[in-house]
């Protein structure tokens, strides 16, 4: 944990997808930093499988899938802020391990 964590406030994201937009491409699934997207079995109206949110996932507000998605099918809109705790550091460590051990 950060030293000032008691200090430090962060602004998770509330993910928002418009699914009859989507069209499949899982590009916002693929490049999620924190892996909080996973295809649904459903499918929207032009025969796709749209993202749906994990109940496990916390969304870090960065807003890569807004900027990557090519049918602006997804957005992000700010929850409250709230205070860092020790699982959002865990987790991040956890993450970046994961990643080390795949390359
Ligand atoms: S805003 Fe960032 S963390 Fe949240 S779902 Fe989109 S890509 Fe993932
Ligand atoms: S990036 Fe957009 S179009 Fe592609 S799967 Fe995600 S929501 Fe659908």
Known sequence: ???DAG???IVLGKVNIISHRCKGC???IEFCPSNTLAESEDFNEKGYHPPYVKSD???VNCNYCET???EFAIFVTELEP???LSEDVVKTQSRARR???RE
């Open 68 to 70: 990557i998605c090519p």
């Open 26 to 28: 899982r590009y916002c």
């Open 7 to 9: 200090r430090r406030e």
């Open 1 to 3: 944990m950060p030293l």
């Open 99 to 101: 990643r080390t051990r």
């Open 82 to 84: 709230r205070n860092l």
């Open 57 to 59: 996932a916390k969304c």
